[in-house]
């Protein structure tokens, strides 16, 4: 296959593994497809920074990308045009088996997304790749869709995702929260309900409300 030698290995597993389900699931692209249409989305932040290879189309604006790169190699993303774009399976085997599953039980394979995005592998690479993100100023896009896949223990870097002046990072850590609360997250979701921008502090109110739930 015509890909970088380091994307090379998953790809080739993922073509190996979604083979039998080609016939079955028109949705799904085959090798040279997926590279059509990979190229085709070659201006995207998530395509340009992870390496992600587009995976099918269901003639909507939705579509499933393979990260091939740190720090969510193996991964599969649900890109999604509403902005609720992140991790939904920590592996192509995974998205395979919920596809399988989907059909069989007459739903979108959307419908059986985890609440919880799998947590990246190596918390250190991911904490740089995002710190390198935002000192690029260009990537925010990116940014949000890796928030899901934190493990939302290293305090500095929260901190400076609050603080930034998009709003749209403070608004997705304070959700991060809300769906892995904890007591070591309390001040963090203070500071979110603190914020200027309403939708931030609206966030973090949810996530403090969340938090204290769990007394």
């Known amino acids: 296959m015509p890909a970088p030698e380091e994307d090379r290995d998953l790809l080739e597993h ?3 593994a979604s083979a039998p389900f080609l016939a079955r699931h028109p949705q799904l692209l085959a090798p ?4 059509d249409q990979t190229a085709q989305f070659a201006y995207h932040p998530l395509v340009q920074q992870l390496g992600c290879y587009v995976l099918d189309d269901a003639d909507t604006s939705d579509h499933y990308l393979l990260a091939t790169r740190s720090p969510l190699a193996g991964c599969v993303l649900f890109l999604s045009h509403d902005g609720d774009t992140r991790a939904v399976f920590d592996s ?3 998205f395979l088996v919920a ?3 989907a059909q069989a039980s007459d739903q979108e394979v959307s419908d059986l997304h985890p609440a919880l995005s799998p947590l990246a592998q190596d918390q250190d690479a991911l904490g740089a790749c995002i710190h390198r993100l935002l000192d690029d100023q260009e990537w925010n896009e990116v940014v949000v869709a890796l928030i899901p896949s934190l ?6 870097l929260l901190h400076r995702l609050v603080a930034d002046d998009d709003f749209f990072l403070g608004e997705a850590v304070a959700m ?3 769906k892995r609360p904890d007591q070591a997250l309390l001040t963090m979701a203070q500071l979110a309900a603190a914020h ?3 939708q931030v502090a609206r966030a973090g109110k949810l996530a403090v409300q969340r938090i204290h739930q769990l007394v």
């Open 14 to 16: 993922y073509v190996e």
């Open 32 to 35: 040279s497809e997926m590279l």
């Open 92 to 94: 192509a085997t995974s």
């Open 99 to 101: 596809l399988q599953q």
């Open 151 to 156: 493990n939302l223990e290293d305090k500095d």
């Open 176 to 178: 991060a929260i809300e």
């Open 196 to 198: 200027a921008h309403p």
